[in-house]
């Protein structure tokens, strides 16, 4: 018996072996490898989109398809409430103070030579592509200033994107030129070809279905809406008609003890600035319902694809915005939370459905998050930011996630005064008729955010002659009406003047700790913005 127990053994052996190996090649050809491939990513970024004020009611495709379908982040902020400065943080994973991009302009380091030469090469994208092997597509708005002559044309293809299809300069619906990669293609006002966020859809679905399926893919669409000029699709035209901006308890009201700039604004509003921030509060509206059709196409071709469920998909906005708060007509720039607050949701590969999250996330996060899914190791980076990847799969809670950010911004403005409102002096700028200015040279400032189980506060310095402080007790005054920086104790400032002084002085892994106050140390505002300072002593003699 045992002879032919083992004469049995060989062929049967082989059979096993022949077995395995066929079923090996079917399952590393499909289910096998679908679980053991690296995920893709998707990043929709949408362009001056707030959460403060309902910017995300007209999304109702997109809260389900992506929110009810993941995460949501109640707490998600920008290092600077400006499209160039955020979108540089977006990239780098850094502060504006570690990317050198302060404003909307060339000089202001928005698209320059000197961010190609510096920061270009090393955004997460090229990282992605160079050492993680993913296929990169970008369509849409990138920096302000991209495709600037001065800044080597749409010629230029920043390094890192497999496929480049980039707007020149600012957000327009029609009439704009787009380098694919690296050549012009004029588009005109023709709805059916040439309405941007539609055509950014139809070339996002193009990648999707030409793409190789040998390698993961990043993909990131950045929409031009809601920015100005705010045209919408013919079809969308109609919709809201009786929307009007909300008039939440902060909307034309006095900013009287805020700083000079929001004081300056005139309360109550004219009613031809109510009726122009109510119009183009409706308009924003009407050109997100193409973003939620874009959001939608992308998501079922994934579905159709097969990929869906091997792909994140991030949905956020570059800053927020305000129409009427503290009787601002609109724009952003400004520290509260309406303009440096975002949307922020995501779905994906352990991300349990229905989630909502308090914990606090900044943009400098989105870059080391995509990275750490991609398998890359933050650490090796230069990055200010941290992975949320773990709090999206509920492996961290508060009390080893950090608590608190930094937001900052440098005002623009020049030492001229402007011909139509001499008696505000030199330095305004974005100007409405009626003489509210929306933004100065000394509209320069550094926040602290916290948000933690027992605080969730702000406290902002300004680079100004005043040293202007401004805290607020969120939790007890979510609309900022009340700046309570003359009323708390000389302990708390010197505490949170410490960390930001911290925070502004931190690069990389120093970003991303609580940080220790040091007991010893002895408030002093005037030691803030060391770097500004020359500019600010400068403009100050050209104005006397």
């Given at each position: ?257 805020k700083h000079w700039l929001i004081r ?132 961290m809670n508060s009390s080893s996630w ?48 916290t948000v933690a189980p027992s605080a ?89």
């Amino acid at each position: 018996m045992k002879m032919g127990s083992n004469r049995c053994f060989r062929p049967t052996l082989l059979s096993c072996l022949l077995i395995c190996v066929t079923l090996w090649s079917n399952l590393s050809a499909g289910v096998f490898a679908k679980s053991y491939r690296r995920p893709n990513i998707v990043l929709i970024l949408t362009d001056d989109l707030d959460i403060a004020i309902g910017g995300l009611s007209p999304l109702n495709k997109t809260k389900k398809l992506i929110g009810d379908a993941g995460i949501t982040f109640t707490n998600a902020f920008v290092a600077s409430p400006l499209c160039c400065p955020s979108r540089a943080s977006i990239l780098t994973g850094k502060y504006p103070h570690n990317h050198h991009v302060i404003n909307n302009t060339l000089e202001g380091n928005c698209s320059s030579k000197a961010w190609q030469k510096s920061e270009e090469a090393n955004t997460f994208p090229a990282l992605l592509k160079a050492s993680a092997g993913y296929q990169t597509f970008f369509a849409g708005k990138y920096l302000n200033q991209y495709g600037h002559s001065e800044a080597g044309g749409v010629e230029h293809v920043p390094p890192g994107w497999s496929y480049w299809i980039g707007l020149e300069k600012n957000s327009k619906y029609y009439n704009y030129t787009l380098s694919v990669n690296g050549k012009a293609q004029k588009h005109g006002a023709d709805y059916s070809k040439d309405y941007l966020t539609d055509v950014l859809a139809n070339m996002s679905l193009d990648f999707l279905q030409y793409k190789s399926s040998f390698s993961p893919f990043f993909m990131m669409v950045s929409t031009p809406a809601p920015h100005s000029p705010w045209t919408a699709a013919p079809q969308y035209q109609d919709s809201f008609n009786s929307t009007k901006a909300p008039r939440d308890p902060n909307f034309n009201v006095h900013g009287k003890d805020k700083h000079w700039l929001i004081r300056q604004a005139k309360t109550p509003m004219s009613n031809s600035s109510v009726q122009f921030l109510d119009d183009a509060f409706r308009k924003r509206w009407q050109t997100l319902l193409s973003v939620d059709d874009l959001v939608e196409k992308i998501v079922k071709r994934l579905e159709v694809r097969g990929e869906l469920d091997n792909t994140y998909i991030f949905f956020t906005s570059d800053n927020g915005y305000h129409t009427g708060q503290f009787s601002l007509p609109l724009d952003k720039r400004q520290l509260y939370e309406f303009d440096i607050r975002v949307p922020l949701m995501v779905r994906g590969p352990n991300i349990k459905p229905n989630q909502t999250s308090q914990m606090l996330v900044a943009n400098v996060d989105l870059g080391p998050t995509i990275l750490d899914i991609a398998g890359y190791d933050v650490n090796k980076t230069q990055m200010d930011g941290m992975s949320f990847l773990p709090v999206m799969e509920g492996r961290m809670n508060s009390s080893s996630w950090r608590t608190d950010i930094l937001v900052e911004y440098e005002g623009e403005g020049s030492n001229v005064t402007d011909p139509a409102c001499p008696l505000l002096g030199p330095g305004v700028s974005e100007c409405f008729p009626d003489c509210v200015c929306e933004d100065s040279y000394n509209n320069t400032y550094a926040c602290v955010r916290t948000v933690a189980p027992s605080a969730n506060l702000q406290y902002c310095e300004f680079d100004d002659n005043q040293v202007f402080v401004e805290v607020y007790n969120v939790t007890a005054d979510p609309y900022q009406l009340t700046n309570i920086a003359g009323s708390i104790g000389q302990d708390f400032l010197e505490k949170m003047n410490h960390r930001l002084m911290m925070l502004q002085s931190c690069s990389g892994q120093s970003c991303r700790t609580p940080g220790v106050y040091d007991p010893r140390y002895k408030f002093d505002p005037r030691q803030m913005f060391t770097g500004h300072s020359w500019r600010l002593s400068r403009l100050r003699q050209t104005m006397k």
